[in-house]
């Protein structure tokens, strides 16, 4: 097995930033090279300990979603192999955990979609009532399925800083703000981009669940990121439906009550939970026993989801 990649290290693009979890690198005006890492962030802190095989699966599922779901948004791919846009030498960090993707700006909210009332979600229920301002029916438990899908969206925080779920009011508030420069001329607005983004978002959640309920896993939530051209089209970026962006719970061990096992990064939020941490950086080191098993829940998610085998 590969070695796992806490950080690349490629010297022949320049490196524009370093994410949670992917290395994102300059290819020309119109394309970058995305870089998926093994690292794993929990609380939005970056722990110290990489987990194997990680950027592969996120890599693969993020792929086999971006061609299931194209007929409903457009996406960032390309086309082009990452092996072909570095040096010889550096294939070895691109092969199977990068993508060559378009320059495109993003949106500067996190597209969240629930079906489920669980995580941040059922923290404000349980405070107000509601989530993101929208009021839900007394008396769910934890884990409740809720009458439809909802769509919550949150602040994009810096790396380091806590994502804020927020009111759909002010997500288009800050997609206004921030780009208004980049919509004159195309007859588009920040309010408009942020309901196409709700609206793309619900969609896709929808044909996903399906998709997966036929596989016997429940999507119980999902992040979604957008990203529009210079025509103002909005753009499918970042990652899509990835146990990083989504809590995945085995039908037959689901029940309300209880925050349900899952084939995401909850297992390590769980075992996190019990530490004596404030969920600031540094974040503890993972036992070996937690990495080897959330390596495989990584892996049983991809492969249970898509029916492929992980190369």
């Given amino acids: 097995m590969t070695a796992p990649l806490f950080e690349s290290t490629l ?33 939005d802190v970056i722990l110290p300990d990489p987990i194997p095989r990680k950027g592969q699966v996120l890599t693969a599922m993020a792929n086999f979603w971006f061609d299931k779901l194209r007929h409903i948004v457009p996406n960032q791919l390309t086309g082009i192999a990452p092996e072909d846009v570095v040096a010889a030498g550096e294939r070895d960090q691109v092969a199977g955990r990068a993508l060559v993707v378009k320059r495109l700006t993003p949106l500067p909210i996190e597209a969240v979609v629930r079906g489920y009332v669980i995580g941040s979600g059922w923290k404000d229920y349980l405070a107000s009532g509601a989530i993101c301002g929208i009021a839900l029916p007394p008396g769910l438990q934890q884990a409740a399925k809720l009458p439809a899908p909802i769509f919550t969206p949150a602040s994009k925080a810096e790396v380091g800083d806590h994502d804020e779920n927020i009111t759909f009011a002010a997500a288009q508030t800050r997609t206004a703000a921030a780009l208004t420069g980049l919509l004159a001329g195309t007859g588009k607005n920040g309010a408009q981009l942020a309901d196409e983004a709700r609206l793309a978002a619900t969609r896709l959640y929808a044909a996903a669940a399906q998709y997966a309920a036929g596989r016997g896993i429940i999507i119980a939530d999902t992040k979604f990121e957008f990203g529009v051209d210079a025509a103002g089209t909005l753009h499918l970026i970042d990652e899509a439906l990835t146990p990083d962006s989504s809590r995945f719970w085995p039908a037959d061990a689901y029940r309300e009550g209880i925050s349900p096992p899952s084939f995401d990064k909850q297992y390590v939020r769980d075992h996190l939970e019990t530490l004596d941490w404030d969920k600031r950086a540094p974040g503890p080191h993972l036992p070996a026993d937690v990495i080897a098993r959330t390596s495989a829940k990584y892996v049983e998610a991809f492969e249970r989801l898509t029916g492929q085998r992980l190369p």
């Avoid at 994102?24 to 090279?33: C, F, N, S």
């Fill in 11 to 43: 010297r022949s693009l320049p490196l524009i930033a370093r994410g949670k979890v992917r290395d994102i690198y300059a290819i020309d005006d119109e394309k970058l090279l995305i870089v998926t890492s093994d690292r794993l962030s929990a609380f």
